[in-house]
Protein backbone atom coordinates (compact mmCIF):
# COMPACT_ATOMS: atom_id res chain seq x y z
CA UNK A 1 0.00 0.00 0.00
CA UNK A 2 0.78 3.49 -0.73
CA UNK A 3 2.32 5.54 2.20
CA UNK A 4 -0.06 7.71 3.43
CA UNK A 5 1.39 11.59 3.63
CA UNK A 6 0.17 14.13 5.37
CA UNK A 7 0.80 18.18 5.86
CA UNK A 8 0.18 19.80 9.62
CA UNK A 9 -0.35 23.26 10.45
CA UNK A 10 2.03 23.40 13.79
CA UNK A 11 2.17 26.58 15.80
CA UNK A 12 3.90 24.79 18.59
CA UNK A 13 1.03 24.82 21.28
CA UNK A 14 -0.49 21.76 22.91
CA UNK A 15 -3.60 21.40 20.48
CA UNK A 16 -1.26 21.47 17.08
CA UNK A 17 1.10 19.35 18.88
CA UNK A 18 -1.56 16.51 19.46
CA UNK A 19 -3.15 16.78 15.93
CA UNK A 20 0.29 15.77 14.75
CA UNK A 21 1.07 13.09 17.19
CA UNK A 22 -2.34 11.77 17.01
CA UNK A 23 -1.99 11.13 13.47
CA UNK A 24 1.79 9.94 13.10
CA UNK A 25 0.82 7.45 15.43
CA UNK A 26 -1.77 5.95 12.64
CA UNK A 27 1.29 5.32 10.52
CA UNK A 28 0.73 8.76 8.46
CA UNK A 29 4.12 10.31 7.30
CA UNK A 30 3.69 14.34 8.62
CA UNK A 31 5.43 17.15 8.00
CA UNK A 32 4.89 20.07 9.94
CA UNK A 33 4.75 23.31 8.09
CA UNK A 34 4.38 26.52 10.42
CA UNK A 35 3.53 30.05 9.18
CA UNK A 36 5.37 33.22 9.88
CA UNK A 37 3.12 36.02 9.85
CA UNK A 38 5.75 38.45 11.47
CA UNK A 39 3.06 38.63 14.30
CA UNK A 40 4.08 35.83 16.81
CA UNK A 41 4.60 36.98 20.27
CA UNK A 42 7.38 34.60 21.05
CA UNK A 43 9.45 34.60 18.02
CA UNK A 44 9.15 38.80 17.95
CA UNK A 45 10.73 38.24 21.84
CA UNK A 46 13.31 35.66 20.08
CA UNK A 47 14.57 38.15 17.81
CA UNK A 48 14.75 41.04 20.41
CA UNK A 49 16.97 38.89 22.53
CA UNK A 50 14.16 38.71 25.15
CA UNK A 51 15.09 35.94 27.92
CA UNK A 52 12.10 34.10 29.38
CA UNK A 53 11.59 34.89 33.12
CA UNK A 54 13.69 31.64 34.24
CA UNK A 55 16.49 33.68 32.08
CA UNK A 56 16.57 31.37 29.44
CA UNK A 57 16.01 32.07 25.56
CA UNK A 58 12.86 31.65 24.01
CA UNK A 59 13.43 29.65 21.26
CA UNK A 60 10.50 29.10 17.75
CA UNK A 61 7.95 27.13 18.75
CA UNK A 62 7.68 25.24 16.14
CA UNK A 63 11.22 24.38 15.33
CA UNK A 64 11.51 22.84 18.71
CA UNK A 65 7.79 21.14 18.87
CA UNK A 66 8.67 19.73 15.26
CA UNK A 67 12.15 17.85 16.72
CA UNK A 68 9.95 16.79 19.85
CA UNK A 69 7.77 15.04 17.68
CA UNK A 70 10.11 13.58 15.66
CA UNK A 71 8.72 15.34 12.12
CA UNK A 72 10.00 17.57 9.63
CA UNK A 73 9.07 21.72 9.44
CA UNK A 74 8.86 23.77 6.85
CA UNK A 75 8.94 27.78 8.17
CA UNK A 76 6.47 29.31 5.54
CA UNK A 77 7.35 33.01 5.38
CA UNK A 78 3.59 34.69 4.64
CA UNK A 79 4.55 37.86 5.65
CA UNK A 80 4.38 40.40 3.03
CA UNK A 81 1.20 39.30 1.99
CA UNK A 82 -0.20 39.17 5.46
CA UNK A 83 -0.37 43.27 5.21
CA UNK A 84 -3.36 43.06 3.01
CA UNK A 85 -5.02 40.46 5.01
CA UNK A 86 -4.57 42.09 8.55
CA UNK A 87 -6.23 45.81 6.99
CA UNK A 88 -8.53 44.62 4.41
CA UNK A 89 -10.13 41.32 6.22
CA UNK A 90 -13.28 39.73 4.22
CA UNK A 91 -14.34 38.20 7.37
CA UNK A 92 -13.70 41.45 10.16
CA UNK A 93 -12.25 40.70 13.37
CA UNK A 94 -12.23 38.80 16.53
CA UNK A 95 -12.24 41.19 19.44
CA UNK A 96 -9.30 42.89 18.94
CA UNK A 97 -7.65 43.03 14.92
CA UNK A 98 -7.66 39.60 14.67
CA UNK A 99 -8.33 38.47 11.07
CA UNK A 100 -8.39 34.63 12.51
CA UNK A 101 -11.20 33.37 9.55
CA UNK A 102 -9.25 35.00 7.21
CA UNK A 103 -5.94 34.32 8.47
CA UNK A 104 -6.78 30.83 8.42
CA UNK A 105 -8.12 30.31 5.23
CA UNK A 106 -4.60 32.23 3.71
CA UNK A 107 -2.62 29.64 5.37
CA UNK A 108 -5.00 26.73 4.53
CA UNK A 109 -4.59 28.19 0.68
CA UNK A 110 -0.67 28.08 1.33
CA UNK A 111 -0.63 24.71 2.70
CA UNK A 112 -3.05 22.74 -0.14
CA UNK A 113 -0.23 24.73 -2.80
CA UNK A 114 2.69 22.73 -1.14
CA UNK A 115 0.37 19.80 -0.46
CA UNK A 116 -0.44 19.43 -4.27
CA UNK A 117 3.64 20.31 -5.53
CA UNK A 118 5.23 17.90 -3.15
CA UNK A 119 2.14 15.10 -3.52
CA UNK A 120 0.62 14.77 0.05
CA UNK A 121 -3.25 13.62 0.48
CA UNK A 122 -4.87 15.90 2.95
CA UNK A 123 -4.09 18.81 6.09
CA UNK A 124 -3.96 18.29 9.46
CA UNK A 125 -5.09 20.87 12.05
CA UNK A 126 -5.11 21.37 16.06
CA UNK A 127 -8.10 23.45 15.77
CA UNK A 128 -11.10 22.48 18.46
CA UNK A 129 -14.77 23.13 17.62
CA UNK A 130 -16.05 26.07 19.87
CA UNK A 131 -12.40 26.72 21.45
CA UNK A 132 -12.15 29.94 19.25
CA UNK A 133 -15.82 31.52 18.79
CA UNK A 134 -14.22 33.85 15.81
CA UNK A 135 -12.56 30.87 13.72
CA UNK A 136 -14.13 27.23 15.25
CA UNK A 137 -17.49 27.58 15.07
CA UNK A 138 -18.97 24.77 12.75
CA UNK A 139 -20.10 27.48 10.34
CA UNK A 140 -16.81 29.29 10.39
CA UNK A 141 -14.91 26.03 9.71
CA UNK A 142 -17.15 25.15 6.85
CA UNK A 143 -15.95 28.39 5.51
CA UNK A 144 -12.74 28.29 5.85
CA UNK A 145 -12.71 25.08 4.07
CA UNK A 146 -14.48 26.28 1.09
CA UNK A 147 -12.47 29.68 1.15
CA UNK A 148 -9.10 27.36 0.88
CA UNK A 149 -10.54 25.16 -1.75
CA UNK A 150 -9.50 22.13 0.81
CA UNK A 151 -13.34 21.03 1.12
CA UNK A 152 -13.31 17.42 3.00
CA UNK A 153 -9.03 17.30 3.10
CA UNK A 154 -8.78 19.33 6.44
CA UNK A 155 -8.73 16.52 9.15
CA UNK A 156 -8.84 17.68 12.98
CA UNK A 157 -8.19 15.24 14.83
CA UNK A 158 -9.02 16.37 18.39
CA UNK A 159 -12.62 17.30 17.52
CA UNK A 160 -13.07 14.80 14.36
CA UNK A 161 -15.56 12.51 15.50
CA UNK A 162 -18.05 15.91 15.81
CA UNK A 163 -17.66 16.69 12.30
CA UNK A 164 -18.59 15.13 9.07
CA UNK A 165 -16.49 12.58 7.87
CA UNK A 166 -13.32 13.85 5.54
CA UNK A 167 -11.54 11.99 2.56
CA UNK A 168 -8.69 10.75 5.15
CA UNK A 169 -11.55 9.27 7.21
CA UNK A 170 -13.68 7.93 4.41
CA UNK A 171 -10.65 5.88 2.72
CA UNK A 172 -9.35 4.57 5.35
CA UNK A 173 -6.38 6.66 5.30
CA UNK A 174 -6.78 7.54 8.99
CA UNK A 175 -9.26 5.25 11.36
CA UNK A 176 -12.44 7.45 12.78
CA UNK A 177 -12.67 5.54 15.94
CA UNK A 178 -8.72 6.72 16.84
CA UNK A 179 -9.65 10.10 16.53
CA UNK A 180 -11.67 12.33 19.18
CA UNK A 181 -14.47 14.38 19.91
CA UNK A 182 -13.21 17.77 22.02
CA UNK A 183 -15.12 20.71 21.83
CA UNK A 184 -15.09 23.74 23.81
CA UNK A 185 -12.45 25.69 25.62
CA UNK A 186 -11.52 23.66 28.28
CA UNK A 187 -8.44 21.78 28.60
CA UNK A 188 -8.30 18.81 31.12
CA UNK A 189 -8.74 16.27 28.08
CA UNK A 190 -5.64 17.95 26.04
CA UNK A 191 -3.44 17.86 29.06
CA UNK A 192 -5.04 13.79 29.48
CA UNK A 193 -3.73 13.44 26.39
CA UNK A 194 -0.51 14.83 26.05
CA UNK A 195 0.35 12.59 29.07
CA UNK A 196 -0.71 10.01 26.42
CA UNK A 197 1.82 10.76 24.04
CA UNK A 198 4.62 11.52 25.92
CA UNK A 199 4.01 15.60 25.01
CA UNK A 200 5.72 17.13 28.01
CA UNK A 201 6.60 20.95 26.22
CA UNK A 202 4.78 22.84 23.83
CA UNK A 203 4.21 26.82 23.14
CA UNK A 204 2.44 28.87 25.76
CA UNK A 205 -0.09 30.45 25.89
CA UNK A 206 -2.23 27.41 24.39
CA UNK A 207 -2.96 27.44 20.42
CA UNK A 208 -0.96 30.87 19.82
CA UNK A 209 0.76 33.42 20.62
CA UNK A 210 -0.24 36.60 17.96
CA UNK A 211 0.27 40.30 18.94
CA UNK A 212 -3.28 41.04 16.80
CA UNK A 213 -5.52 39.26 18.93
CA UNK A 214 -3.51 41.77 22.28
CA UNK A 215 -6.19 44.34 23.54
CA UNK A 216 -2.48 46.72 23.38
CA UNK A 217 -1.43 46.28 20.59
CA UNK A 218 -5.16 46.05 19.39
CA UNK A 219 -5.51 50.01 21.01
CA UNK A 220 -2.29 51.29 18.91
CA UNK A 221 -3.12 50.21 15.71
CA UNK A 222 -6.94 51.87 16.31
CA UNK A 223 -5.35 54.61 17.49
CA UNK A 224 -3.26 55.64 14.30
CA UNK A 225 -5.64 54.94 12.03
CA UNK A 226 -8.01 57.09 13.79
CA UNK A 227 -5.36 59.98 14.07
CA UNK A 228 -3.30 59.39 11.12
CA UNK A 229 -5.80 58.08 8.79
CA UNK A 230 -3.55 54.96 7.17
CA UNK A 231 -1.90 52.31 8.84
CA UNK A 232 1.52 51.12 6.95
CA UNK A 233 3.76 48.02 7.26
CA UNK A 234 6.37 49.54 9.21
CA UNK A 235 3.18 50.42 11.63
CA UNK A 236 2.42 46.36 12.08
CA UNK A 237 5.61 45.90 13.19
CA UNK A 238 6.07 49.08 15.36
CA UNK A 239 2.86 48.74 17.26
CA UNK A 240 4.40 45.11 19.15
CA UNK A 241 7.67 47.25 20.29
CA UNK A 242 7.97 50.20 23.15
CA UNK A 243 6.20 53.10 24.49
CA UNK A 244 4.05 54.46 21.90
CA UNK A 245 3.32 58.33 22.99
CA UNK A 246 1.00 60.97 20.85
CA UNK A 247 2.73 64.15 21.30
CA UNK A 248 0.72 67.48 21.31
CA UNK A 249 1.34 68.06 17.67
CA UNK A 250 0.39 64.79 16.62
CA UNK A 251 3.81 63.19 16.06
CA UNK A 252 4.65 60.11 17.84
CA UNK A 253 7.38 59.18 20.15
CA UNK A 254 8.05 55.01 19.92
CA UNK A 255 10.75 54.93 23.35
CA UNK A 256 12.62 51.45 23.41
CA UNK A 257 12.04 49.94 26.84
CA UNK A 258 14.84 48.16 26.88
CA UNK A 259 17.94 47.13 25.14
CA UNK A 260 16.68 44.61 22.23
CA UNK A 261 14.06 46.76 21.36
CA UNK A 262 16.93 50.17 21.89
CA UNK A 263 18.49 47.82 19.10
CA UNK A 264 15.19 46.91 16.84
CA UNK A 265 14.10 50.61 16.56
CA UNK A 266 17.53 51.54 15.70
CA UNK A 267 16.99 49.97 12.65
CA UNK A 268 14.57 52.12 11.37
CA UNK A 269 16.62 55.37 12.39
CA UNK A 270 17.09 55.53 8.38
CA UNK A 271 13.90 56.09 7.89
CA UNK A 272 12.15 58.08 10.61
CA UNK A 273 13.34 60.82 12.74
CA UNK A 274 14.56 60.16 16.20
CA UNK A 275 15.78 60.97 19.85
CA UNK A 276 18.44 59.24 22.18
CA UNK A 277 20.24 59.99 25.33
CA UNK A 278 23.19 61.74 24.07
CA UNK A 279 26.10 58.72 25.73
CA UNK A 280 24.01 56.43 24.74
CA UNK A 281 23.12 55.35 28.29
CA UNK A 282 19.32 55.20 28.05
CA UNK A 283 16.61 54.53 25.75
CA UNK A 284 16.16 55.15 22.20
CA UNK A 285 13.17 56.73 20.41
CA UNK A 286 11.67 56.71 16.68
CA UNK A 287 9.31 59.80 16.07
CA UNK A 288 6.59 59.22 13.51
CA UNK A 289 5.63 62.44 11.85
CA UNK A 290 7.16 66.11 11.70
CA UNK A 291 7.95 67.21 15.17
CA UNK A 292 7.80 71.06 15.70
CA UNK A 293 10.37 72.79 16.81
CA UNK A 294 8.72 73.96 19.75
CA UNK A 295 8.43 70.39 21.08
CA UNK A 296 12.25 69.16 20.96
CA UNK A 297 12.33 69.73 24.75
CA UNK A 298 9.15 67.99 25.46
CA UNK A 299 10.66 64.86 23.67
CA UNK A 300 14.17 65.60 25.58
CA UNK A 301 12.05 65.72 28.65
CA UNK A 302 10.26 62.43 28.20
CA UNK A 303 13.91 60.63 26.67
CA UNK A 304 15.55 61.63 30.30
CA UNK A 305 12.80 60.05 32.36
CA UNK A 306 13.27 57.03 30.73
CA UNK A 307 17.14 57.21 30.47
CA UNK A 308 17.87 56.33 34.28
CA UNK A 309 15.37 59.29 35.52
CA UNK A 310 18.40 61.76 35.56
CA UNK A 311 19.06 65.17 33.87
CA UNK A 312 21.23 64.33 30.63
CA UNK A 313 21.82 65.71 27.19
CA UNK A 314 19.31 64.35 24.51
CA UNK A 315 20.31 64.15 21.18
CA UNK A 316 17.15 65.05 18.56
CA UNK A 317 17.11 64.77 14.85
CA UNK A 318 13.80 66.18 13.69
CA UNK A 319 14.39 66.75 9.49
CA UNK A 320 17.06 68.56 8.44
CA UNK A 321 17.56 69.94 12.48
CA UNK A 322 19.87 68.51 14.64
CA UNK A 323 20.27 69.39 17.78
CA UNK A 324 21.14 68.43 21.74
CA UNK A 325 19.33 69.53 24.71
CA UNK A 326 20.26 69.37 28.67
CA UNK A 327 16.88 67.75 29.78
CA UNK A 328 15.40 67.00 33.25
CA UNK A 329 13.02 64.15 33.49
CA UNK A 330 9.49 64.59 33.01
CA UNK A 331 7.17 63.75 35.89
CA UNK A 332 4.90 60.27 35.46
CA UNK A 333 1.61 62.76 35.91
CA UNK A 334 2.91 64.76 32.98
CA UNK A 335 3.94 61.97 30.22
CA UNK A 336 1.35 59.90 31.71
CA UNK A 337 -1.77 61.32 29.18
CA UNK A 338 0.22 61.19 25.85
CA UNK A 339 0.49 57.26 26.31
CA UNK A 340 -1.50 55.61 23.51
CA UNK A 341 -3.61 52.71 25.54
CA UNK A 342 -4.65 55.20 27.88
CA UNK A 343 -6.08 57.30 24.38
CA UNK A 344 -8.58 54.35 23.05
CA UNK A 345 -11.16 52.22 24.22
CA UNK A 346 -11.02 49.20 22.49
CA UNK A 347 -14.19 47.40 22.24
Known amino acids: MKQVRALALLSGGLDSSLAVAIVK ?77 DCRAYMLKKAKEIMEKENYQFIITGEVLYQRPMSQTRDRLRIIEKESGLEGLILRPLSAKLLPKTVPEKEGWVDREKLYGIAGR ?51 VLFSVGRHLRLPSGAKLILARNEGEVNFLKGFAGRYDYAYRFDGKGTFGIIKGELPEEEFSLVAGI ?45
Not at 198 to 206: D, F, L, T
Not at 329 to 340: C, F, G, R, T, Y
Open 25 to 101: AQGVEVKALHFYTGFCITEHKRRLGVKREDGTNYVNPALKTASNLGVPVEIVDISKEYYDIVLNPKYGYGKNVNPCI
Open 186 to 236: GRKKQMELAKKFGIKEYEQPAGGCCYLTDESYAARFKEAYAVEGSITPDDL
Open 303 to 347: VSRYSKRERCAVYIKAGNRETVIEATPLEDSVIEPMKVYNKVEVS
